[in-house]
């Protein structure tokens, strides 16, 4: 088959470590051009011979295979090289002889001609014999921190020779020496702890009974050193989670180059594609109850995908917080927070799509989120097996919720067929309960309805401003003299 030999060249490169270089396969590299001539005169061939009645399919299938050799050999190439750059600046313009040896010659004198470049760079900079950039690139740490003890730990000898006696819940400075391994092994804490309290204040849900707890959203208010933190690491963490493409593709709540009109594209998009093929397109909107209050095992997977001390940073953030309520002008005791993280935070829309990368996918089916909406789409020509495809991922996903104790409110879930035919698909079911079907369903903001028309979304926008046009109208029928662009 087409390619085969330069995925295995990137395979090489995959199996190795990123601290090396393997050996150069110039008889790979050769074979990939090869065959990239061999099609490039399998096409002119067919040019010359077939004019009348041309193979379009075979042209083009040679084509597309030529661009992905062309590609995947560059990306072979600049990997290598991003490498071999790394090493200079981490080891020197010096390599060793394990890595020399597997270098061609010329990565060897692409190497030897960025190290005089960099060098003849850095004597540029400063005064006389210029700035060695290769030294010191880490910046230098504070060298105090500020930590919390957690338990009672007993004596701490300090480097001046004093003794300090670590009591559960007392602060103290420490220098970053003594303290990140006390803080690895969670004797210590490193987030201060006037940063981890929040007041709540209940805001009334719409349309819900004011007699009822459930009927209130509690909104945290954080202090504003805590949110700038927390601001700064999740800066960090998305960072990192780019890097190691930690997060799901079908992911597009609070990601970079992703955002809630690219999903509604998404998603419109591929509803707009089953109707002009004629298939069958049943999607589920779940709806995901108390979503942040059931982020209860996020550390253990926030471990295995940021390094120790991000790590530990949010251990230290999520646990031993603690809250007030706020009545209008009256505050209740503190309470500690048992379970979830608090509404408000800027850093925990982000734990919660952590905590959700696992989510079942399937073949047949389509996953699409945006933080804690999540949608579910099959399509298929014959509606019975769409309903199948669609069945099959919601029992996974069952499995999945109750597994982390995610709750899913199954009735006020929808489930919609996007047909221009008559015949709806068949009813499916989440943790045994049959979702309700109905002919629109609302996804970020948007009323899709079973035909795409648009209509009952633009319906229903036309209601909303004239409620609001009825609500100044009094202004402008006043005899006040006001100007409608001050309006």
Not at 94 to 103: A, C, E, T
Not at 156 to 181: C, D, F, H, T, W
Not at 347 to 365: A, G, M, Q, R
């Amino acid at each position: 088959m087409y390619c085969d030999k330069v995925i295995e060249l990137l395979k090489e490169l995959e199996r190795s470590r990123e601290d090396t270089i393997p050996p150069y396969n110039n008889d790979g590299i050769n074979q990939v051009l090869s065959e990239m001539n061999t099609l490039d005169a399998e096409i002119i061939d067919f040019l010359r011979k077939q004019k009348d009645n041309l193979p379009l399919d075979a042209i083009r299938l040679r084509r597309a295979a030529i661009e992905r050799n062309k590609r995947c050999l560059l990306t072979y190439i600049w990997t290598r090289i991003q490498r071999l750059k790394k090493m200079r600046w981490e080891i020197g313009a010096i390599l060793p002889s394990d890595v020399r040896q597997n270098l061609s010659q010329s990565e060897i004198e692409w190497f030897n001609n960025y190290c005089k470049s960099l060098v003849s760079y850095m004597k540029t900079i400063g005064p006389d014999t210029g700035l060695n950039l290769t030294q010191d690139t880490k910046p230098l740490k504070s060298l105090y921190t500020e930590v919390r003890s957690l338990v009672d730990a007993g004596k701490l000898e300090l480097e001046s020779g004093e003794v300090l006696i670590l009591r559960k819940n007392s602060q103290y400075m420490l220098s970053r020496s003594q303290a990140e391994p006390l803080i690895r092994q969670g004797v210590l804490e490193q987030f201060p702890s006037t940063w981890k309290s929040a007041v709540n204040i209940p805001i009334l849900k719409p349309s819900k009974p004011p007699d009822k707890a459930d009927s209130y959203r509690p909104i945290s208010l954080l202090p504003v050193l805590g949110k700038i933190l927390e601001k700064l690491l999740l800066k960090r963490l998305l960072k990192i989670s780019n890097e190691q493409n930690a997060l799901p593709d079908f992911q597009f709540g609070f990601c970079p180059k992703h955002a809630t009109f690219h999903q509604l594209h998404r998603v419109v998009d591929l509803i707009a594609s089953s109707l002009e093929t004629k298939k069958y397109f049943s999607a589920v909107f779940l709806d995901v109850s108390q979503a942040f209050d059931s982020v209860w095992h996020v550390l253990y997977k926030l471990k295995e995908i940021y390094p120790a001390p991000y790590y530990l940073l949010l251990k230290s953030y999520i646990e031993n917080r603690f809250f007030n309520v706020k009545i209008e002008s009256t505050f209740s005791d503190s309470y500690d927070v048992l379970v979830g993280v608090p509404q408000g935070s800027d850093i925990v829309p982000f734990l919660y799509i952590s905590f959700t990368v696992d989510i079942p996918t399937t073949e047949n089916s389509t996953v699409g989120t945006y933080a804690d909406d999540t949608a579910i789409f099959a399509a298929d020509s014959d509606p019975d097996i769409c309903s199948h495809h669609l069945q099959n991922h919601l029992n996974m996903l069952s499995k999945w919720c109750n597994t982390w104790k995610i709750k899913v409110n199954e009735f006020k879930s929808t489930h919609i067929t996007f047909t221009l035919r008559p015949k709806d698909c068949l009813e499916v079911s989440f943790n045994n309960s049959v979702i309700p079907q109905s002919r629109e369903a609302k996804y970020l903001g948007l009323l899709l309805d079973r035909r795409l028309t648009s209509g009952p979304h633009i319906k229903n926008k036309r209601k909303q401003l004239n409620s609001h046009l009825h609500l100044i109208r009094p202004l402008l029928k006043s005899n006040m003299n006001l100007s409608y662009r001050l309006l």
